[in-house]
């Protein structure tokens, strides 16, 4: 299995709303991130774990938190949120750090709606 | 600090004419760079790597790419273009420091016409 899957694909919520993204991969990656991407835009790096550690919090704010319960899940939860949130949430494994050459492997993305 | 730049962010070519997506890239270390493409409302997927074994570098669906140490360059070809080639392309360079950081180029809509 070589995928990363992403649930859900579309999400609207309103700016009160709690919501989760989940993302996960059976590759036996051990280093998994989060990004954001605005339309026309290369992807944003928010957060990175490695061996289910948070490594790198690219300061984000605290309406997004991260949690990666097991090597092969990741979740972001989301908590009023503001319209400028809407944007293409990417998740991405790779196989550990820190080995610089390890391409990351990237899922479809869910594309959220802040209303 | 490692930068890509994409010269040029909208590239138009005919079906079958060759394909050429610039990138040029910053590093004070030796850099590790890939290509990605992404199609509409999809994912990135990987079109090929650099880590310093091979300057030419072959990639998947025709693709291949050249490292040039003294253009600071790693520009993105292929042959012939097909409709299916139209996407959006990044550029990328591994960030230092080992911490799995991707710094992008601004990335490159590739227009294929009929």
């Known amino acids: 299995d070589t995928e990363v899957t992403q649930t859900p694909k579309h999400l609207v919520m309103g700016m009160t709303n709690k919501k989760s993204l989940k993302c996960e991969q059976h590759?036996?990656?051990?280093?998994m991130y989060w990004y954001k991407q605005k339309a026309k835009k290369p992807p944003e790096l928010m957060f990175v774990?490695?061996?289910?550690?948070?490594?790198i919090n690219e300061s984000v704010p605290s309406r997004f938190s991260p949690e990666c319960p097991n090597s092969s899940l990741l979740n972001l939860h989301l908590h009023a949120l503001q319209p400028e949130d809407s944007a293409l949430y990417l998740c991405?494994?790779?196989?550990?750090?820190?080995?610089?050459?390890?391409?990351?492997?990237f899922g479809p993305g869910t594309r959220l709606t802040v209303l | 600090a490692q930068s890509v730049t994409q010269l040029g962010s909208h590239v138009s070519v005919s079906e079958g004419a060759l394909v050429l997506l610039r990138c040029n890239y910053s590093?004070?270390?030796?850099?590790?760079l890939f290509w990605y493409v992404q199609y509409p409302n999809q994912g990135l997927q990987l079109l090929l790597k650099y880590t310093s074994a091979a300057t030419l570098v072959k990639g998947i669906n025709g693709f291949e790419a050249e490292f040039k140490k003294s253009e600071t360059s790693f520009h993105l070809t292929k042959p012939s273009a097909h409709m299916s080639d139209a996407a959006e392309y990044f550029c990328a360079v591994s960030g230092s420091g080992n911490t799995g950081r991707l710094i992008f180029g601004q990335g490159t809509t590739l227009q294929v016409k009929p």
């Open positions: 590093s004070s270390v030796p850099p590790y």
């Open positions: 774990y490695s061996y289910e550690k948070l490594s």
């Open positions: 590759m036996g990656h051990r280093a």
């Open positions: 991405a494994s790779s196989q550990e750090l820190p080995y610089p050459a390890m391409e990351q492997f």
